[in-house]
């Protein structure tokens, strides 16, 4: 006995599918996917691209940073890192205590 330690209720949820949502009923999760989808507004690109003669191109994110091509880098590389940082981020930010992580959460200010 005791071999099969359950891994409790998402596993249930998804097999019986017997939960109103689609899925993903624990109430974090709920709190975790509304962070992904703020983190989603708040970093779309707006107005459109410019680029100057020296080879820069650049897109405002509607947080205010200007993301950019570079020496080793493409304005699309930037913008998929940025947005990966960003929903990072929110995501590391309503995480449940204790959830082993990858990075070291808080973040060390730099
Ligand atoms: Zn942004």
Do not use: Y
Request: one cysteine or more.
């Amino acid at each position: 006995m005791g071999t099969l330690a359950p891994v409790s209720e998402p596993t249930t949820h998804r097999s019986t599918g017997e939960t109103p949502e689609h899925g993903d009923t624990v109430p974090v999760s709920a709190q975790m996917r509304r962070a992904k989808v703020r983190a989603a507004t708040e970093h779309t690109t707006v107005g459109v691209v410019r680029s100057d003669p020296s080879g820069v191109v650049s897109i405002a994110c509607a947080c205010g940073m200007l993301l950019t091509n570079g020496p080793t880098w493409s304005l699309d590389e930037h913008i998929r890192l940025h947005r990966a940082e960003a929903r990072f981020l929110a995501l590391a930010a309503v995480a449940p205590d204790g959830i082993p992580r990858l990075v070291a959460w808080p973040l060390e200010q730099s």
